[in-house]
């Protein structure tokens, strides 16, 4: 076992790297694109003839895995991804972040607000009169909560 381990060299490690990327075609989500890197790292290095010895290639191989892992984790992460369908069926939801003018005035906190052809029931902290500009910054249900842009 250790003459196989010795007789390492170059094209190993782009096999490897090329197996590697071949799992990550079948699936992997991005996780082996960073592994395989890394077996392409260790043999560019082999190449150049920086490295040699089995242990060093395996170590560096590690180190450098680790050190993808934890990129892919950092800045690829699925659930960075924002998911549009989550608010496919809440309607005020999607209304979250938009700027309008007031058409009516909000008296005691509560009115209400046409947007587009539809008329929602809208919740203020404070009385807003016509044609002030507001933004719509969350939802209770299907109740808009608006306050003033300044």
């Known amino acids: 076992m250790l003459e196989l381990l010795q007789s390492l060299n170059f094209w190993h490690w782009i096999i ?3 197996v590697l990327l071949g ?3 079948l699936g992997a989500a991005g996780f082996m694109i960073g592994i395989s890197m890394s077996a392409l790292g260790v043999a560019l290095l082999m190449a150049t003839g920086l490295i040699n010895d089995w242990q060093t290639q395996f170590l560096l191989f ?4 680790v050190v993808a892992s934890i990129l892919f984790w950092k800045f690829f992460r699925p659930d960075k991804c924002i998911d ?5 069926n809440n ?3 999607q209304l979250v972040g938009r700027k309008l003018i007031l058409q009516q005035t909000i008296e005691n906190g509560s009115g209400r607000l046409q947007i587009g052809d539809t008329f929602w029931r809208v919740s203020a ?3 807003l009169t016509e044609g002030t500009r507001i933004e719509v910054y969350d939802c209770e249900g299907m109740t808009l909560l608006i ?3 300044t």
Not at 62 to 65: R, V
Not at 84 to 88: P, Q, S, V
């Open 16 to 18: 490897l790297a090329l």
């Open 23 to 25: 799992g990550e075609a």
């Open 62 to 65: 590690a180190l450098l895995s």
């Open 84 to 88: 549009d369908a989550e608010m496919i």
């Open 91 to 93: 309607r005020a939801a």
């Open 125 to 127: 902290e404070e009385d």
């Open 147 to 149: 306050r003033k842009i």
